[in-house]
């Protein structure tokens, strides 16, 4: 599948923003995908699971965006959604979006398959 991220760009501190993730296609009745983040300057390996959601609706969030940040599907659009609200400094970062197959809520980025090239997000006053 391939994804394509958008809706990236700067911020104010408290400010809100909305990723969006456009998949080719990914297909089938049992699948994950994911947000994951990557600060400015870290290696892979610090990518962040964020946000995931499966084909029947679960999310999962990692505890430092609970309760502010939202994802969600529309799978009519074959895209993927990213609410963030109350954004923070340290919110900063490039955001992935991730696909796998299978139910299952995980946010290892070692898990998923096919990845977005990223997109920016810098919040700073």
């Known amino acids: 599948a391939r994804l394509v991220e958008s809706g990236g760009g700067s911020v104010q501190p408290g400010g809100p923003l909305r990723l969006s993730c456009a998949a080719a296609?990914?297909?089938?009745?049992?699948?994950?995908v994911g947000w994951f983040r990557q600060p400015p300057g870290e290696a892979r390996e610090a990518r962040e699971g964020?946000?995931?959601?499966?084909?029947?609706?679960?999310?999962g969030y990692a505890a430092s965006v609970k309760g502010r940040f939202t994802i969600s599907e529309d799978s009519s659009k074959n895209t993927l959604y990213l609410q963030m609200n109350s954004l923070k400094p340290e919110d900063s970062a490039i955001y992935y979006c991730?696909?796998?197959?299978?139910?299952?809520?995980?946010?290892?980025?070692?898990?998923?398959?096919?990845w977005g090239q990223g997109t920016q997000v810098t919040v700073s006053s």
């Open positions: 296609k990914y297909t089938g009745s049992s699948y994950s």
């Open positions: 991730a696909a796998r197959t299978g139910l299952r809520l995980t946010r290892q980025q070692w898990e998923y398959d096919d």
């Open positions: 964020v946000a995931v959601i499966n084909s029947v609706g679960d999310t």
